[in-house]
């Protein structure tokens, strides 16, 4: 998702601030066609991606419920046809209503404010009508306008998918209280009650992070708005037609003395607090209401930092949603990203200073590992080894090997609770290792399988935060290893016992 939305920005910033200067000097913004395709192919995009998830979640959910059903027939018939009764028809709607969702607001906007989104919305629909837009196309205006009604219909659809998780977070509730009710129920309800319950954790996750990717506050959104706010008629029209505005409108006479008529003053909030809220004696006599109340959230704020910490430590961080739900489980935090979000792909190096055998050598290395979860990683690489020569004196470059290699790294636990930062970072690594340690001189030399050794290796690696050393600016994750090779006295040549390591990230 996040990929998607940054091409989604990168095109409104190309389209606003490629031509910044002249929208400045002529107060006009260039549109061209391409940049507008660009635009529906991506908004297309979030939303099909949305419903599909949303579909199979729906159905994942309806299968364990029929499950339920069926096991819970056999114990209790009579009220199994209750509870259950309809139950398929309702899913099917909440599928179908969720499939057919067009650009209209069948109701009022209910649900969490997403200013990115708005903001979207709002560019799109100022650059549909606003006479400052040159098109090289006549129909370019009707296809801003086809891109704003798939914005709408994404809104529309992400209040569906609230529904949806209103409904499963109170059937959840009404299974759950209903096998409650029963004792010695067989293991395989209560399975798949658990499944239900995780899915249906999983399925909000989903949700939060479409939510959190159309809404990342970052540098392109700012961009974007700082290029279109130069122009006095986009913040009219933002006053005027943004979903915020419309929540809030602003009173025409807004900003005149005539808006403050019928206003309380803060005397008059001071001494209504004062008559409601009875500050205690130890307080002080001269304590104002707004010190007792500064006083009692700091005392809240801080019972909310520690709550916040323990559901960090569970693995939970809702961002401070109000419909958050605490799982029986452990979360998976990658069970909600697609294959290519799970794929880490890295990078290492590992010297060797010269032996009898070989000059010193540099061994580059490319790896990628796959996410199983938050702790666990699984991957493979490729190698190959630099040769630089004996010493200074003489330097010569040489192809002195490769190698494939695989890998497994699961975190390290804390088990002394110390929360220190070298503890945060620790893991504990394992792999094997084929290595081709003769000079290459032809692809033809991997045949000869006689000369690959094999290396068995497991130590630590420390993972920690570190500047691209190809991107200024950017921050990437570094590695230290250390790792122990089982096998290093049947190496022929012999290697060293102990490998070190240090790499980054791609």
């Known amino acids: 998702m996040k990929p998607t939305l ?13 031509h910044a200067q002249d929208s400045i000097k002529e107060g006009s913004i260039k549109v061209s066609e391409r940049l507008t395709r660009h635009i529906d192919q991506q908004i297309t995009g979030i939303d099909h991606q949305l419903t599909r998830q949303s579909e199979k979640y729906v159905r994942s959910l309806f299968e364990q419920e029929e499950r339920i059903r069926k096991k819970l027939v056999k114990i209790d018939s009579t009220k199994a046809a209750a509870v259950f009764a309809g139950s398929r028809a309702t899913y099917e709607q909440l599928s179908q209503k969720l499939s057919n969702l067009n650009g209209k607001m069948d109701k009022a906007f209910s649900g969490q ?15 549909k009508d606003a006479k400052q837009v040159i098109s090289q196309s006549k129909d370019i205006q009707q296809k801003l306008g086809s891109s704003l009604e798939r914005v709408k219909q994404l809104q529309n659809k992400l209040q569906q998918a609230d529904e949806i998780k209103r409904f499963v977070q109170q059937r959840q509730q009404q299974l759950t209280e209903l096998l409650s009710g029963y004792t010695n129920l067989p293991k395989n309800i209560s399975r798949h009650l658990d499944k239900y319950q995780q899915q249906a954790y ?3 996750r989903q949700v939060k992070e479409y939510k959190e990717a159309l809404n990342d506050p970052d540098k392109l959104v700012k961009k974007v708005l700082a290029t279109l706010q130069t122009l006095p008629a986009f913040k009219a029209f933002m006053q005027k037609h943004s979903l915020l505005a419309q929540l809030f409108p602003t009173p025409e006479n807004y900003g005149t003395p005539q808006a403050l008529a019928g206003l309380q003053t803060r005397a008059d909030v001071q001494q209504a607090l004062q008559q409601r809220i009875g500050i205690p004696a130890n307080n002080g006599a001269n304590a104002s209401p ?13 019972e909310l930092s520690k709550l916040k ?3 960090k430590q569970l693995g939970i961080d809702d961002g401070g949603s109000s419909d958050m739900v605490i799982p029986d489980f452990k979360p998976n935090g990658q069970k909600t990203r697609s294959f290519l979000q799970r794929i880490e792909l890295g990078s290492n190096i590992q010297t060797q200073r010269a032996d009898n055998y070989f000059p010193t050598t540099t061994g580059i290395a490319l ?10 990683v699984i991957g493979v690489g490729i190698s190959g080894r630099l040769g630089w020569g004996r010493d200074w004196k003489h330097i010569a470059l040489s192809a002195e090997g490769a190698g494939l290699r695989t890998y497994m790294d699961w975190k390290a636990p804390d088990l002394l609770k110390t929360n220190s930062r070298l503890m945060a970072g620790l ?19 991997f045949k000869n399988y006689s000369r690959w050794t094999k290396s068995a290796l497991a130590g630590l690696t420390k993972k920690y935060g570190i500047g691209s050393p190809v991107k200024r600016g950017k921050k990437v994750q570094g590695t230290m290893q250390v790792l122990y090779d089982f096998l290093y006295k049947q190496q022929v040549p012999p290697t060293p016992a102990i490998v070190w390591r240090v790499g980054w990230g791609l």
């Not at 940054?6 to 490629?18: G, H, Q, R």
């Not at 404010?113 to 650059?127: H, I, N």
């Not at 707004?290 to 801080?302: D, E, F, K, P, S």
């Not at 504990?428 to 030399?445: I, K, R």
């Open 6 to 18: 940054f091409l989604l920005l990168l095109t409104l910033t190309t389209l606003a601030s490629s």
């Open 113 to 127: 404010y997403l200013p990115g989104l708005d903001s979207l919305q709002g560019a799109l629909g100022f650059l």
């Open 202 to 204: 999983y399925y909000g």
């Open 290 to 302: 707004a010190q007792y109340l500064q006083q009692q959230m700091q005392q809240a704020q801080g």
């Open 309 to 311: 910490d323990k559901l």
């Open 367 to 376: 790896t990628a590992g796959y996410k199983l979860n938050d702790k666990a």
């Open 427 to 445: 893991w504990f690594t394992a792999g094997a290792e084929m290595n081709y340690s003769s000079t290459v001189e032809s692809l033809a030399v």
